[in-house]
């Protein structure tokens, strides 16, 4: 009988919150700080092939935007939470790739949801 080691990742996100109304009220005001933890785990999960190590990014990039909370709504400070936004994401995602420390789950990172390859693919 095989027991697979159960191995797990905390997605931890810290997203800045400023309201557009703060913003334009006071400039002295205080953001709002939230920070949300979702665990992956991967211990179903052999990471020396680059199907698994696919597999993991996606469940990474799903916490990922889950840590970070719903997409921002148009409207006044549209383009300044989306950024922060993304960039939440962006470091969750970096810093669960960084903690599992494995070269394919890099490799495929690397292709797919690092900022380099989100910007080559919107050339």
Not at 15 to 44: C, E, F, H, M, S
Not at 86 to 108: M, S, W
Not at 115 to 120: G, H, K, N, T
Request: charged fraction near 20%; include cysteine.
């Amino acid at each position: 009988m095989s027991h697979s080691k159960s191995r797990s990742i905390g997605i931890f996100a810290s997203l800045l919150i400023t309201t557009a109304v703060q913003v334009a009220a006071a400039k002295d005001i205080k953001p709002v700080v939230v920070a949300n933890q979702v665990r992956v785990y991967y211990g179903d999960l052999r990471l020396q092939s680059p199907l698994a190590a696919d597999l993991l990014i996606a469940r990474i990039a799903r916490a990922a935007k889950q840590a970070c909370g719903s997409r921002p709504a148009l409207g006044p400070g549209y383009y300044v939470m989306r950024k922060r936004y993304t960039a939440c994401i962006e470091h969750a995602a970096h810093d669960a790739v960084t903690t599992v420390n494995q070269p394919l789950v890099t490799a495929a990172y690397e292709r797919r949801l690092s900022p380099s390859a989100a910007r080559l693919a919107t050339r």
